[in-house]
């Protein structure tokens, strides 16, 4: 059982930007794919970015290309999302997702098994 805890969310002017952390524990963070997720009010749940268990390959959505980076300390069971010039509508809840499939990089919420709490990002403009 890996229990996820993100933190670094808050409120920042548009241009901004934000670190996102998870930290992971009761398991090793080296098992798994890591992913961010976002969910706006009255939307779905987005996949932002996702990393392999080596961190070898990475995803991005379109939307944060270029904005957005996601990186792993696999040493100290954590999980980042650096985001750059950010924009109001990036404003969303922000979770981290672990997934034991690691034979790809997956951006369906199905395949996560363990999710945490989630965090509040607001861009104001």
């Known amino acids: 059982q890996v229990q996820l805890v993100e933190s670094g969310g808050g409120l920042v002017q548009a241009g901004g930007s934000l670190r996102l952390s998870c930290a992971a524990s009761g398991h090793t963070l080296k098992s798994y794919n890591m992913a961010w997720f976002r969910q706006a009010p009255e939307k779905g749940r987005e996949c932002v970015a996702v990393?392999?268990?080596?961190?070898?390959?990475?995803y991005s959505a379109d939307s944060v290309k270029g904005r957005f980076t996601i990186s792993r300390d696999n040493a100290g069971n954590t999980v980042y999302l650096q985001m750059n010039s950010l924009k109001p509508e990036d404003t969303a809840v922000y979770y981290c997702?672990?997934?034991?499939?690691?034979?790809?990089?997956?951006?369906?919420?199905?395949?996560?098994?363990?999710w945490g709490q989630g965090t509040q990002v607001t861009v104001s403009s």
């Open positions: 997702a672990a997934s034991t499939f690691v034979h790809s990089v997956e951006t369906v919420t199905y395949v996560y098994d363990y």
């Open positions: 990393i392999s268990w080596s961190g070898g390959s990475t």
